[in-house]
T-cell receptor, first 115, second 116 residues
């Protein structure tokens, strides 16, 4: 069965620190997609990245980077030089090709960045 | 307006009231979704519409009634709700639900519902 685990419930860092949010997934499908979303206090889920199961290349976007490793079924997210505006709940999600696009979300990691 | 919009942003209702939540997407998508987000619980998928046809009902109680008159609009009609239905209700859209999971879902800001 498909499952997404975000073991870190809450993380607190000081501004400019680097922080990594962990995501571990379970799937029996060979074709699947992984996502990260950011939910600031306003409530809207903001899409950050999508990765397909055939592309293990790591990605960097500004201060954000993602490390996808199929061998460990992990899709971790690192914020470099964190800022107060990064404070939010971050969700990792999985979509399988056979599941008609339904997203399975982890429980989220609440990140607090203090000045 | 851009993206996905939801109205109202906040709603307080009694258990005997009838109200509706509205979602509109301006992205030209064909699939729309309702999710429920309760405190300390993962997001729960409630309903999915693809090309105006309901394709998923995730065992949602009948006091929640969805309506999708066209690919751009999605409603959630509420009646005789319970206090445990208080939650953030999020709407999302994607290009096509039947794309094999690759289409990204884009979310609205949500409606914060409180049932007294």
């Amino acid at each position: 069965a498909q499952k997404v685990t975000q073991a870190q419930t809450e993380i607190s860092v000081v501004e400019k620190e680097d922080v990594t949010l962990d995501c571990v997934y379970e799937t029996r499908d060979t074709t699947y997609y992984l996502f990260w979303y950011k939910q600031p206090p306003s409530g809207e889920l903001v899409f950050l990245i999508r990765r397909n199961s055939f592309d293990e290349q790591n990605e960097i976007s500004g201060r954000y980077s993602w490390n996808f490793q199929k061998s460990t079924s992990s899709f971790n997210f690192t914020i470099t030089a964190s800022q107060v505006v990064d404070s939010a709940v971050y969700f990792c999600a999985l979509s399988e090709a056979l599941s008609q696009g339904n997203l399975i979300f982890g429980k989220g990691t609440k990140l607090s960045v203090k000045p | 307006e851009t993206g996905v919009t939801q109205t109202p942003r906040h709603l307080v209702m009694g258990m005997t009231n009838k109200k509706s939540l509205k979602c509109e997407q301006h992205l030209g998508h064909n699939a729309m979704y309702w999710y429920k987000q309760s405190a300390k619980k993962p997001l729960e998928l409630m309903f999915v519409y693809n090309f105006k046809e309901q394709t998923e009902n995730n065992s949602v109680p009948s006091r929640f009634s969805p309506e999708c008159p066209n690919s751009s609009h999605l409603f959630l009609h509420l009646h005789t709700l319970q206090p445990e239905d208080s939650a953030l209700y999020l709407c999302a859209s994607s290009q096509d639900q039947a794309s094999g999971g690759r289409d990204t879902q884009y979310f609205g800001p949500g409606t914060r519902l409180t049932v007294l």
